[in-house]
């Protein structure tokens, strides 16, 4: 139980294109997902938390026009890096927490991640 | 994160035990976590502890916290070479997660 998906696991792409990242919770539902960005032999860092329905909370330095996060469902959520240029190619990984909330956790499951390499 | 601080490597022989040290700053921390990370994956969830616990015991993974001194470790028991991996002690407060850098593990034969 608790898989979490991102699809593509791998992207190229031209700078000054648009990318999408999605995030999938495969068997729970998830109304907060989070956007994390990890850079080589370094930590997570948390980019914007993602709610579904309502607007996503971007973290201090993240620029919310450049990283459009939108939560359609309680299973889904986007990133979209918009006019990607060399800088933005990073580890993205995206994280779920299960709607259930009986369970008395806060516990996030995280998925795979998607390599972006911005030429 | 600056808040939550990790040693960076740790080299163990296969069949010993592994033991990971974190330190957190945030005393509020309800929930601490330990996640592993392979090359060019995401985070897997090993365990978490409850910050009213002291000790969470889970098959070769011993995890125990020292609220007190804001202390937490992981011990692997008998490390073996699939363990070889990255350990992110990680706490967490309204809901978010803050991340130690990360402690490399390598298993040598």
């Known amino acids: 139980g608790a898989v979490v998906s991102q699809h593509p696991s791998r992207v190229i792409c031209k700078s000054g294109t648009s990318v999408k990242i999605e995030c999938r919770s495969l068997?729970?539902?998830?109304?907060?997902m989070f956007w994390y960005r990890q850079f080589p032999k370094q930590s997570l860092m948390l980019m914007a938390t993602?709610?579904?329905?309502?607007?996503?909370?971007?973290e201090q330095g993240v620029e919310k026009d450049k990283f459009l996060i939108n939560h359609a469902s309680l299973t889904l959520s986007t990133l979209t890096v918009t006019s990607a240029h060399p800088e933005d190619s990073s580890f993205y990984i995206c994280s779920a927490r299960d709607r259930v909330w009986d369970r008395g956790d806060e516990t996030q499951y995280f998925g795979p991640g998607t390599r972006l390499l911005v030429l | 994160g600056e808040d939550v601080e990790q040693s960076l490597f740790l080299s163990v022989r296969e069949g010993d035990s592994s033991v990971i040290n974190c330190t957190y700053t945030d005393s509020s921390s309800t929930y601490l976590y330990w996640y592993k990370q392979e090359p060019g994956a995401g985070l897997q969830l090993l365990t978490y502890?409850?910050?009213?616990?002291d000790m969470k015991q889970d098959q070769r993974l011993t995890v125990l916290l020292n609220k007190k001194d804001k202390h937490l470790s992981l011990r692997i028991a008998d490390t073996q070479t699939g363990d070889s991996a990255i350990y992110f002690c990680?706490?967490?407060?309204?809901?978010?997660?803050?991340f130690g850098a990360g402690t490399t593990v390598t298993v040598r034969a």
């Open positions: 993602s709610n579904e329905g309502s607007k996503a909370t971007y």
């Open positions: 990680a706490e967490t407060h309204d809901y978010k997660l803050s």
């Open positions: 502890i409850f910050s009213n616990m």
């Open positions: 068997d729970f539902q998830a109304t907060t």
